[in-house]
């Protein structure tokens, strides 16, 4: 499996970004999958910030968004070309980190965010940097 993610830059406050994750050997459209974007700033832990999941054949997909992102940022994914896609919108200095692409997730990590992710498959980061 590899995961490639890309989009990131510099760009002032108030500003939008896409980021881009292409995973190669995994399926997306699983019955049990956990796929997500975490971000990690200088000196700080790495969070979680947006993830999408399905937790059985019946079950829908679900997102989910950290506090701080919530309303601007938004997750997708595309089952045909195997991306994740984070849309990054009104974006503020603090959003500035190193952003990474996972998949194969525990299922766990999609719902508790405050619990650092653990396994799955990253991408290499892509760094956002967000100008006041």
């Known amino acids: 499996v590899q995961v490639v993610d890309s989009g990131g830059g510099s760009v002032q406050a108030g500003g939008s970004l896409r980021l881009s994750c292409v995973v190669s050997g995994y399926t997306f459209n699983g019955v049990f999958v956990c796929m997500g974007w975490f971000r990690q700033a200088p000196g700080k832990e790495r969070e979680t910030v947006s993830t999408?999941?399905?937790?059985?054949?019946?079950?829908?997909?679900?997102?989910r968004y950290a506090g701080a992102v919530k309303g601007r940022f938004t997750i997708s994914k595309d089952n045909n070309k195997n991306t994740l896609t984070l849309q990054m919108d009104s974006l503020k200095p603090e959003d500035t980190a190193m952003y990474y692409c996972?998949?194969?997730?525990?299922?766990?990590?999609?719902?508790?965010?405050?619990?650092?992710?653990?396994?799955?498959?990253w991408g290499q980061g892509t760094q956002v940097t967000v100008s006041s």
């Open positions: 996972a998949a194969n997730l525990p299922l766990l990590s999609c719902v508790d965010f405050t619990k650092a992710p653990k396994g799955g498959y």
């Open positions: 999408i999941a399905r937790t059985g054949l019946n079950a829908d997909w679900s997102t």
